[in-house]
């Protein structure tokens, strides 16, 4: 299986700054990753797919990044309403896998 | 617009069986592959099955293969999930997602509300 280590596990950011959570996955996924966001009690939702591409509607202050095993979402210039958890996910192989979480509060 | 809803969650107890259902909306069902992922109390999100557009390809993961069936009715724009043997740690917020491709690339483009599947005594 592809494991997905995400970090920092908690992250809190003052309003204005960027922000910036990590996916190293076990090896390499060719960006078959996406990033989704989820509010308290509420479903997730798609941010980021295909590594960098941003999905309609979502804010453009949210950007991806990265290759092979190594990527990356930005926030650029946290609002409040970002305060939420985030997750990596690679599609690359069966098991589909997640990375464990980041939980970004605001400082 | 898309919409996913499920039902079927409910209190089970261990070894017992439950059926999900996902009634989709908004879009041409038919067109695209279909997954469950849940997610355990407080916990991190969990791949558990998708099936392809027309219910032809089906994958599972580990933990769930020979208990878990995915399933899919087309004319009735209808996901499934029959749970059999189930176990404490299949307590969880079900979700039904549908799949999107793009150049080879896949993701979870739509999530339903979700429902609570408690495994107890």
């Known amino acids: 299986d592809i494991q997905m280590t995400q970090s920092p596990a908690s992250l809190s950011a003052s309003l204005g700054e960027t922000v910036s959570i990590e996916c190293l996955a076990s090896?390499?996924?060719?960006?078959?990753l996406a990033w989704y966001q989820q509010k308290s009690g509420k479903s997730p939702q798609l941010l980021i797919y295909a590594a960098s591409r941003l999905q309609d509607g979502v804010p453009s202050r949210f950007s991806g990044s990265g290759s092979g095993t190594r990527y990356s979402l930005k926030i650029s210039g946290m609002q409040p309403e970002d305060e939420a958890d985030y997750f990596c996910?690679?599609?690359?192989?069966?098991?589909?896998?997640f990375g464990s979480g980041t939980k970004l509060e605001i400082k | 617009e898309v919409q996913l809803v499920e039902s079927g969650g409910g209190l089970v107890q261990p070894g017992r069986s439950m059926k999900l259902s996902c009634a989709a909306s908004?879009?041409?069902?038919?067109?695209?592959?279909m997954a469950w992922v849940r997610q355990a109390p407080t916990k991190g999100l969990e791949w558990v099955a998708t099936i392809s557009y027309d219910g032809s390809s089906t994958y599972y993961r580990d933990s769930v293969k020979g208990r878990f069936t995915i399933s899919r009715d087309n004319a009735k724009s209808t996901l499934y999930l029959q749970m059999n043997s189930l176990r404490s740690e299949d307590t969880a917020t079900y979700y039904c997602t549908r799949e999107e491709t793009y150049y080879g690339y896949n993701w979870f483009a739509y999530w339903g509300q979700g429902t609570l599947v408690t495994v107890s005594s």
């Open positions: 090896e390499g996924i060719s960006n078959d």
């Open positions: 908004g879009f041409t069902f038919s067109n695209y592959g």
């Open positions: 996910q690679q599609s690359y192989k069966y098991p589909l896998t």
